[in-house]
């Protein structure tokens, strides 16, 4: 027996180190196929059967999906370990004008992408230029040029965030990152409705244990 579950590579890899390791009793031969993509996209192979389940960020809004809460965290700046904004403990959008911001692809998700122009806009925050980045490590040479900083989700940060640069969170409210587990509202598959019992029971004990906790570079 199988099950196709996708993730997007920028949710922590915790959760998917998790719920690989997730054993069931009622199913000790389960075998979980993995898949990765963006979740705009994974929450489209969801919906048409493609998938099972998936690990994805801030899905869009579908009554035909089913989704559980795992995590919500800020967006994350990095930059040189010089630059200015190193001195503060989080950073906010209006902190940002005036710099040239990195950021991902609109492809990479699009209504995220859009949320945060809309924030600018409304806001009337203007960067110097912006550069954009299909996976993180891309962002690295972009930041050699003095100005620069990268906009991107803390496992993205966490994997750039060395070697001279460091990251801050951004505290906008509006702007937070929701990591949901989703399924088909209307599959009532016993062995997924097991692995999701069992991964989220796992995931609480950890909490507990205070395992989920990644150090930040600062």
């Not at 000790?28 to 059967?49: K, T």
């Not at 040189?80 to 209006?94: H, K, M, Q």
């Not at 490590?137 to 100005?147: D, F, M, Q, S, T």
């Amino acid at each position: 027996m199988s099950l196709n579950v996708g993730r997007t590579p920028y949710a922590d890899p915790f959760f998917t180190s998790t719920i690989l390791a997730t054993r069931l009793p009622l199913f000790p031969r389960l075998r979980l196929n993995l898949s990765s993509g963006f979740s705009c996209d994974l929450a489209h192979e969801v919906l048409i059967g493609e998938l099972d389940l998936a690990l994805v960020i801030e899905p869009p809004d579908s009554g035909l999906l089913t989704g559980l809460k795992i995590d919500e965290s800020p967006f994350y700046v990095v930059m040189s370990e010089d630059d200015g904004l190193a001195n503060y403990p989080s950073i906010t959008l209006d902190q940002l004008a005036g710099k040239r911001w990195i950021l991902f692809q609109r492809q990479n998700h699009p209504p995220l992408y859009d949320l945060i122009q809309k924030l600018t806009d409304e806001l009337r925050i203007i960067p110097s230029g912006i550069q954009h980045f299909m996976i993180p490590e891309e962002a690295i040479p972009l930041l050699n040029e003095p100005g620069g900083v990268v906009i991107v989700g803390k496992s993205g940060a966490l994997r750039i965030a060395r070697a001279g640069l460091t990251m801050r969170p951004l505290d906008e409210v509006k702007l937070m990152m929701t990591t949901l587990l989703i399924s088909r509202a209307d599959n009532g598959s016993q062995v997924i409705s097991e692995l999701v019992r069992n991964f989220m029971r796992r995931m609480n004990h950890l909490k507990d244990d205070d395992q989920m906790s990644l150090p930040i570079p600062v």
